[in-house]
Antibody
């Protein structure tokens, strides 16, 4: 079964750091483009970061310089390192597999990140 | 990159058809045939319903169809069913560096 399972979310104080993980099964993350997409409570979807099969990664302007996406091919797992967290980073974070350009066909169940003092 | 524009809500009765527009610019919707639509039920992850403007993934009902004209894409749902009540998001490819921009979402209510 093709599946993505996120973990690592929780309550964190402003300015803190958190690392999210996304374990894949049924396919190989290193041969696909993979993204993190977030959704603030009651709000819409926002793309966060992408890593392509070649290994290059990019992030949205709202998180650039603070968030870094990476992968461990041996564990078939993605990561999102989040530093200098702000209240506006509070959201459910989903990892998703790129299908065609702009489309994601496999999504995880999401992990909630709450930034609050 | 600004979000794509969708109406906040639409509604229809069972059996009817509805259309949700998604307006962008020549840098996204109008510039590429890479528009997608996602369905999201409360508390669930989004589900891909349409990709590449009008293609359906395996398993998605043919009651869902997509189209595009200029900078505006549209999702049409025919023969509305109660289970179609959900939030719908459009997306478009924009560039390698910023691969996707989403619409603000449309809440579909089946009356």
């Amino acid at each position: 079964e093709v599946r993505l399972v996120e973990s690592g979310g929780g309550l964190i104080q402003p300015g803190g750091s958190l690392r999210l993980s996304c374990a894949a099964s049924g396919f190989t993350v290193s041969t696909n483009s993979m993204s993190w997409v977030r959704q603030a409570p009651g709000k819409g979807l926002e793309w966060v970061s992408v890593i392509y099969s070649a290994g290059n990664s990019y992030s949205a302007d709202s998180v650039k310089g603070r968030f870094t996406m990476s992968r461990d091919n041996s564990k078939n797992t993605l990561y999102l390192q989040m530093n200098s967290l702000r209240a506006e980073d509070t959201a459910v974070y989903y990892c998703a597999r790129g299908y065609t350009r702009g489309a994601f066909d496999i999504w995880g169940q999401g992990t909630m990140v709450t930034v609050s003092s | 990159q600004s979000a794509l524009t969708q109406p906040a809500s639409v509604s229809g009765s069972p059996g009817q058809s509805i259309t949700i527009p998604c307006t962008g610019t020549s840098s996204d919707v109008g510039g590429y045939n890479y528009v997608s639509w996602f369905q999201q039920h409360p508390g669930k992850a989004p589900k891909l319903m349409i990709f590449d403007v009008s293609d359906r993934p395996s398993g998605v009902s043919n009651r869902f169809s997509g189209s595009k004209s200029g900078n505006t894409a549209s999702l049409t749902i025919s023969g509305l069913q109660a289970e179609d009540e959900a939030d719908y998001y459009c997306s478009s490819y924009t560039s390698i560096i910023t691969p996707v921009v989403f619409g603000g979402g449309t809440k579909l209510t089946v009356l």
